[in-house]
């Protein structure tokens, strides 16, 4: 319990609009669902089973942080930490607003902070991430935990996405990229620009150093390095869900390039294991993280072992030979010359502390008073917002919050205490499972009193109407709120008075993708019309265990 003072600077301190980015490190978490350390010295991918896509890393000393994109849920740019590549928790965001502010009020689904690139130079922290609509940006900080710089534009337009920084021998700086073909009208090419001693804005067109079209046409994603003389961009190339890992390499920054695959699928059921970054080891290893396209569970991270033979990278296993590597599934944790815990990010959450947990993200840019701690009973107060006018379903409400997949199969419970508006009908709350077709199964206020309601809204995405069930009327305030999600994110509503008895929902719902997401799980309140107050939801707490 906190006292009248700690509870009234409680306030101040959340009335701070995007507070739930807060940049403070958490204490390890060890999930229920999925645990990449088998704790016999060996791992087992992916490392994280969550849809931390298009990640990039860096060491620094023998700490590896990882960033990764965020589009237009609010923290943006998670910031990971890991002392070994396995076990990851994460530790806060670089972006607790995304600008343009007042652009990102709205949700903005696939939109917002595409492909970063986190790099450690003069002792500062940058992160050069692209908004396809408005330009390249950059935030820095001078420690990882923020923080972080308010972010400026590199350079303005449409298009350019995927940018990577190089600070070069002889001081110049470089920075290359790839274009999104829905904006720029053209793709599959890499170019490099060298930009100011700053790194804060490019200083020319830029040279094409590698067009794709023909053997590698979807290519993007490129991170640049330098090793031995040569100049080298890892990229992805032949589509997010079945593509392959290219590595260029020069000997001048700007070409001409030798192109070479060093990863593929091969043999395994890893699909499109590509885009994200090498890394080494203070006893110098060589690693690589990558995503792998889970449709509806995101783009989850794998690490496989990497090695140089002849001046070019081979990555997974090669088992033939040929230079080309193939996904490992279980291999030897990597030697960083220290022992780290085993750790995960967070997914339950207590609602115990001063601010929700680092796993939780908005739709959009938020309102102060969405969302409050409450210190007195220990847990998570939302209160209902209206709608936007021009929302058709819940795909297009801001403030709902929510969470990644984080495994195969899993099962959420929450309580939840429902305190409507007595002047309001139709306000809600509840549990949903939000993707381009989404379900919900929760609370809404109306004329007789209370309803516990089961919707379904199919292509939400296209602007379709909530299929709405009601299945009961609530007696009390409190209600517990649970689903099920069984392989091929399958999901199965249920629902109890007393936290014992479950009434099953009999009608399963499969899980979508997002744009370029996978589906998450989170909470709401809300309400359809505007007045000069609002009811609340009071949720005590958020568990995810595995199925029963």
């Given at each position: 319990?906190?006292?009248?003072?700690?509870?009234?600077?409680?306030?101040?301190?959340?009335?701070?609009?995007?507070?739930?980015?807060?940049?403070?490190?958490?204490?390890?978490?060890?999930?229920?669902?999925?645990?990449?350390?088998?704790?016999?010295?060996?791992?087992?991918?992916?490392?994280?089973?969550?849809?931390?896509?298009?990640?990039?890393?860096?060491?620094?000393?023998?700490?590896?942080?990882?960033?990764?994109?965020?589009?237009?849920?609010?923290?943006?740019?998670?910031?990971?930490?890991?002392?070994?590549?396995?076990?990851?928790?994460?530790?806060?965001?670089?972006?607790?607003?995304?600008?343009?502010?007042?652009?990102?009020?709205?949700?903005?689904?696939?939109?917002?902070?595409?492909?970063?690139?986190?790099?450690?130079?003069?002792?500062?922290?940058?992160?050069?991430?692209?908004?396809?609509?408005?330009?390249?940006?950059?935030?820095?900080?001078?420690?990882?935990?923020?923080?972080?710089?308010?972010?400026?534009?590199?350079?303005?337009?449409?298009?350019?996405?995927?940018?990577?920084?190089?600070?070069?021998?002889?001081?110049?700086?470089?920075?290359?990229?790839?274009?999104?073909?829905?904006?720029?009208?053209?793709?599959?090419?890499?170019?490099?620009?060298?930009?100011?001693?700053?790194?804060?804005?490019?200083?020319?067109?830029?040279?094409?150093?590698?067009?794709?079209?023909?053997?590698?046409?979807?290519?993007?994603?490129?991170?640049?390095?330098?090793?031995?003389?040569?100049?080298?961009?890892?990229?992805?190339?032949?589509?997010?869900?079945?593509?392959?890992?290219?590595?260029?390499?020069?000997?001048?920054?700007?070409?001409?390039?030798?192109?070479?695959?060093?990863?593929?699928?091969?043999?395994?059921?890893?699909?499109?294991?590509?885009?994200?970054?090498?890394?080494?080891?203070?006893?110098?290893?060589?690693?690589?993280?990558?995503?792998?396209?889970?449709?509806?569970?995101?783009?989850?991270?794998?690490?496989?072992?990497?090695?140089?033979?002849?001046?070019?990278?081979?990555?997974?296993?090669?088992?033939?030979?040929?230079?080309?590597?193939?996904?490992?599934?279980?291999?030897?944790?990597?030697?960083?010359?220290?022992?780290?815990?085993?750790?995960?990010?967070?997914?339950?959450?207590?609602?115990?502390?001063?601010?929700?947990?680092?796993?939780?993200?908005?739709?959009?840019?938020?309102?102060?008073?969405?969302?409050?701690?409450n210190a007195t009973s220990g847990s998570l107060r939302l209160y209902s917002d209206k709608i936007p006018d021009e929302a058709k379903n819940y795909w297009d409400v801001?403030n709902i919050l929510l969470q990644k997949f984080p495994a195969e199969e899993f099962m959420i419970t929450t309580q939840v205490t429902f305190t409507p508006n007595e002047?309001?009908?139709?306000?809600?709350?509840?549990?949903?499972?939000?993707?381009?077709?989404?379900?919900?199964?929760?609370?809404?206020?109306t004329k007789e009193g209370v309803k516990v309601i089961y919707s379904i809204c199919k292509n939400a995405v296209k602007g379709n109407a909530e299929t709405e069930t009601?299945?009961?009327?609530?007696?009390?305030?409190?209600?517990?709120?649970?689903?099920?999600?069984?392989?091929?994110?399958?999901?199965?509503?249920?629902?109890?008075?007393?936290?014992?008895?479950?009434?099953?929902?009999?009608?399963?719902?499969?899980?979508?993708?997002?744009?370029?997401?996978?589906?998450?799980?989170?909470?709401?309140?809300?309400?359809?019309?505007?007045?000069?107050?609002?009811?609340?939801?009071?949720?005590?707490?958020?568990?995810?265990?595995?199925?029963?």
């Open positions: 319990m906190m006292n009248y003072i700690k509870q009234l600077a409680l306030v101040f301190f959340l009335l701070a609009p995007g507070y739930i980015g807060a940049q403070s490190a958490e204490a390890k978490y060890i999930s229920k669902v999925w645990v990449a350390d088998q704790g016999n010295g060996s791992y087992r991918n992916p490392v994280l089973y969550a849809d931390y896509s298009d990640p990039d890393a860096c060491r620094v000393g023998d700490d590896y942080y990882m960033t990764a994109s965020s589009f237009d849920a609010v923290p943006g740019l998670p910031i990971l930490h890991s002392k070994d590549l396995v076990n990851w928790t994460i530790i806060g965001h670089a972006l607790k607003r995304q600008p343009p502010f007042e652009h990102f009020e709205k949700t903005q689904h696939g939109n917002g902070a595409w492909a970063p690139a986190i790099r450690y130079h003069n002792n500062e922290f940058y992160i050069y991430y692209p908004d396809p609509d408005f330009g390249i940006y950059l935030t820095k900080a001078s420690s990882i935990t923020g923080p972080w710089s308010e972010p400026v534009l590199v350079e303005a337009g449409k298009g350019s996405i995927d940018p990577c920084p190089l600070w070069d021998d002889d001081g110049k700086v470089y920075l290359v990229h790839a274009y999104a073909g829905s904006r720029a009208g053209i793709k599959s090419i890499i170019v490099i620009k060298q930009m100011n001693a700053e790194g804060t804005k490019t200083l020319e067109e830029g040279r094409l150093v590698y067009d794709g079209h023909e053997q590698d046409p979807t290519i993007e994603g490129p991170k640049i390095y330098k090793r031995n003389e040569y100049y080298y961009i890892f990229a992805p190339a032949g589509g997010v869900a079945t593509g392959w890992q290219l590595v260029l390499r020069a000997k001048s920054i700007y070409g001409p390039y030798e192109r070479k695959v060093v990863m593929d699928q091969g043999t395994t059921s890893v699909n499109g294991p590509h885009q994200g970054a090498w890394v080494d080891t203070p006893k110098g290893e060589d690693w690589f993280l990558h995503f792998q396209d889970k449709e509806a569970y995101g783009r989850v991270v794998h690490l496989q072992p990497l090695k140089w033979v002849n001046d070019w990278p081979v990555i997974g296993i090669d088992k033939d030979g040929d230079g080309k590597g193939e996904p490992v599934i279980t291999w030897k944790k990597p030697n960083t010359g220290s022992t780290a815990p085993i750790a995960t990010p967070a997914e339950s959450d207590e609602f115990n502390g001063n601010t929700p947990g680092l796993q939780w993200q908005w739709q959009a840019n938020p309102k102060a008073t969405w969302l409050f701690m801001p002047k309001l009908e139709n306000e809600r709350t509840g549990l949903i499972i939000l993707g381009q077709s989404y379900a919900s199964l929760g609370l809404k206020s009601a299945l009961t009327t609530l007696t009390g305030k409190t209600i517990y709120l649970r689903v099920a999600v069984k392989t091929g994110a399958v999901c199965q509503f249920s629902y109890s008075v007393d936290g014992k008895k479950y009434e099953l929902i009999k009608e399963t719902f499969q899980a979508e993708v997002g744009k370029w997401i996978g589906a998450k799980a989170g909470i709401y309140c809300t309400r359809t019309t505007q007045i000069n107050d609002s009811g609340y939801a009071d949720f005590d707490w958020f568990t995810v265990e595995p199925l029963k």
